[in-house]
């Protein structure tokens, strides 16, 4: 093989002097080695190294950011998602005293009377230093009887449900004029109710009110029964008789999405909105794979995800293939990723799953950290490493997979076997490097 004939494994014992074969340094570089192929079939949101959220188009890589410290995170990859509030850039809101709402948004209180003495005015519309849209509310007075004053961005009416699914809320809020004086338990609320919006159940999830402009979230799983049809979220806090209130809170970019965890936001201005899968792949790895023996390393996030859905990292023979040497991101009660070599049973492989399978899962991890991974393969030996240290190791004779041609980055297949997160790095080794390197090169 042209790779080995020119390169020998290190005998050094701190790092390989050996060149990877492949270096996907995407949190550094900011774009894409021209032998990926990506995909994405609508615009996508993300964070540039000014702090500014920007939209990136059809099939543009979302090289994102840390919106505070200006990071880089590496490539973003996400799953397809859909924004069921129809209008969260505000469209049709009209400033004035009291002005008038965005088209679709209600506002309210409960008990029936309970904004009796209280008035709201809509102060304005703009886009926030970080670039997200926003609209400014103010309440102020003194309620008559004691409730909840509500701001709803959409009737869910467009937001088909069912027991069992979970969905999750996201609102990015600011108190932009005025105090909290007299106001408690800012929340942000669920309603499931039947096809008619008839009221059957909810819940309420507390969220942090300040002066800074953040993002907040909740997340539920529905529980209302068989009658529950459609879905909705708003935002909202107590009042009590007698006491004088006077805030302004800024509102932006609300969005609902039926998952267990938000994603980037999407945006609408007048009906639902999807963003759909992002896809990265290599669809011809043989300038830079060897079969027989080879080490990978990642430096990646922890994702968030859920059971039953593997993204990963590595090689097959296609995508989503069972044939595979990989990391698989997986999510139980706690997530984990493991460094996976499997061969089915095949006409190109022969023998059975059982007989040739390697998996080494790692410990757990928590999501949102970035974690270091090396796993290598050999007939005979297969490692993994992270952060510097050994997690596992199999001496076995078990068969490698063959004819893997196609490399997954942050993909499994279909469109919801996504990372759900950022990848930094990728480096591929066409050797099996020795075990201090393996710790350095994670350390």
């Known amino acids: ?6 390169q020998k494994q290190s ?5 390989p002097n050996v060149r990877p074969s492949l270096d996907l340094r995407f949190a550094l570089a900011k774009k894409l080695d021209p032998r990926i192929t990506f995909t994405r079939a609508s615009s996508g949101t ?3 190294p000014d702090g500014l959220m920007r939209t990136a188009g059809v099939n543009e890589p979302r090289f994102d950011h840390d919106p505070i410290t200006g990071q880089s995170l590496g490539l973003l990859i996400e799953e397809r998602r859909t924004n069921g509030i129809r209008n969260n850039t505000f469209v049709g809101a009209v400033v004035g005293n009291p002005g008038t709402l965005p088209t679709n948004w209600f506002s309210y209180g409960n008990p029936a009377g309970s904004l009796t003495g209280i008035s709201s005015q809509i102060i304005g519309t703009g886009i926030e230093t970080n670039g997200v849209n926003y609209i400014d509310i103010r309440l102020y007075g003194t309620p008559s009887v004691s409730g909840v004053w509500s701001i709803l961005p959409d009737d869910g009416s467009s937001n088909p ?6 969905w999750s809320s996201s609102f990015w809020l600011k108190i932009s004029g005025g105090s909290t004086t007299g106001i408690t338990f800012p929340v942000i609320f669920f309603d499931e109710n039947n096809s008619g919006t008839g009221y059957i159940t909810g819940g309420s999830y507390s969220v942090n009110l300040s002066t800074t402009f953040q993002r907040v979230s909740a997340t539920r799983t529905l529980n209302g029964g068989a009658s529950v049809n459609i879905v909705s979220s708003g935002f909202r806090f107590s009042l009590t008789a007698g006491r004088t ?11 609902l999405e039926q998952g267990a965890f938000i994603t980037t936001p999407i945006l609408t201005s007048g009906s639902t909105a999807t963003r759909t899968a992002d896809t990265a792949n290599i669809t011809n790895i043989s300038s830079f794979f060897n079969a027989s023996e080879g080490t990978l390393c990642v430096d990646s996030e922890i994702p968030h995800q859920t059971n039953l859905k593997f993204p990963s990292i590595g090689f097959t023979r296609g995508a989503g293939s069972a044939n595979t040497i990989n990391f698989y991101y ?3 009660s706690t997530p984990y990723v493991a460094w996976l070599v499997r061969n089915t049973a095949d006409a190109a492989g022969g023998g059975t799953l059982a007989a040739n399978l390697v998996e080494l899962p790692g410990p757990n991890q928590t999501v949102g950290v970035y974690k270091k991974f090396i796993g290598t393969y050999k007939f005979g030996e297969f490692n993994y490493y992270f952060d510097g240290k050994y997690v596992n190791r199999s001496i076995t004779n078990k068969r490698l997979p063959s004819n893997l041609t196609y490399m997954e980055i942050g ?8 990372l759900n997160g950022h990848i930094r790095r990728i480096t591929y080794y066409p050797i099996q490097l020795t075990n201090q390197q393996l710790i350095n090169l994670t350390s």
Do not use: C
């Open 1 to 6: 093989m042209p790779i080995l004939s020119q």
């Open 11 to 15: 005998q050094a014992p701190d790092f």
């Open 46 to 48: 993300y964070f540039g």
């Open 161 to 166: 449900a069912a027991t069992g699914q979970t």
């Open 245 to 255: 209130i006077d805030i302004t809170v800024r509102i932006g970019l609300p969005q």
């Open 330 to 332: 997986y999510n139980t």
């Open 411 to 418: 993909t499994n297949g279909n469109s919801d076997n996504r």
